[in-house]
């Protein structure tokens, strides 16, 4: 579980979790008014998942040493991570409207030096994994038991970083680190499908030494049992969780858009009739 096991468990479920998860972000994005709007949507149930199932840290403690790492590689979308990071506790809601401001602790790409419970500074695509891989040695090496997550966008994959991190894991047999893609098939020059063609992605994973799980990325029991198969398997390799995500989830009128957007703007109309849907009797 995300929080230490000494603590109570929460009766919110992740499903719950999620909805606020994506209001939190939303909130956030209605003070621009234009940003990854999308990609929050998409990746609540998956950061959802990460932060109340798969990954073990203390809110209160965010320098806890005993606690496993998360790495957003894709720094951009710290907004999505923001609203994950308020509802576990890390920050307070009452920041949200502070969200891209002068001296906020919510920059526009993620640094760890301003936001708790952030572990890397990642605003240039092709750098976390390479970061994970570095630090998942290093706990083996000090014979920590923790376990390195990083999360990687599709597109991202066009670097070359990304390939030397997953060749150099898969040579190490890292089996601390449990990689996770934000396959939503959407990158800032289009769909990531047309720009550079990355299927069959689970067999080039485990062409370069990864043990492969493929999930729907907003089907919350799906994940967490392949996040937990991730965890507990015996195997003497680096873990991939292939999330297919789906641009816009929860909010039927960017959701149902033939044509999605890597960055877009809404009106406060649209913003408005977005929290009414996700609202659906809940509070925050």
Not at 215 to 223: F, K
Request: charged share 25%; aromatic share 8%; glycine share 10%.
């Amino acid at each position: 579980m995300s929080a230490d096991s000494s603590q109570p468990l929460s009766n919110v479920s992740l499903e719950e979790r999620a909805r606020r998860i994506r209001v939190y972000g939303l909130r956030m994005a209605a003070v621009p008014g234009k940003t990854y709007i999308g990609q929050i949507l998409a990746l609540a149930d998956l950061l959802a998942v990460c932060y109340f199932h798969a990954v073990n840290n203390r809110p209160e403690d965010p320098e806890w040493e005993g606690r496993d790492r998360f790495f957003l590689s894709h720094g951009h979308l710290a907004i999505a991570q923001y609203g994950a990071l308020i509802e576990a506790g890390f920050l307070p809601e009452d920041e949200i409207d502070t969200y891209g401001k002068d001296d906020s602790r919510l920059p526009i790409s993620s640094q760890p030096a301003y936001t708790p419970g952030i572990e890397i500074a990642s605003g240039t695509l092709g750098h976390g994994l390479g970061i994970a891989v570095g630090s998942a040695l290093t706990m083996r090496r000090r014979g920590k038991t923790t376990f390195m997550y990083c999360m990687i966008s599709d597109g991202e994959h066009n670097e070359g970083s990304i390939w030397e991190a997953a060749l150099t894991a898969g040579h190490h047999k890292l089996r601390n680190l449990i990689g996770i893609v934000d396959n939503n098939n959407m990158q800032n020059d289009g769909p990531s499908s047309e720009v550079m063609n990355l299927e069959p992605i689970h067999d080039k994973w485990t062409a370069f030494g990864w043990q492969v799980w493929r999930v729907d990325g907003n089907d919350i029991p799906a994940m967490c049992k392949a996040f937990d198969e991730a965890r507990n398997s015996d195997v003497d390799k680096p873990r991939m969780v292939i999330c297919d995500t789906q641009m816009g989830k929860g909010v039927s009128f960017i959701e149902n858009r033939e044509r999605q957007s890597h960055f877009t703007g809404w009106t406060p109309e649209e913003f408005a009739r977005a929290f009414e849907e996700l609202d659906q009797g809940g509070q925050l």
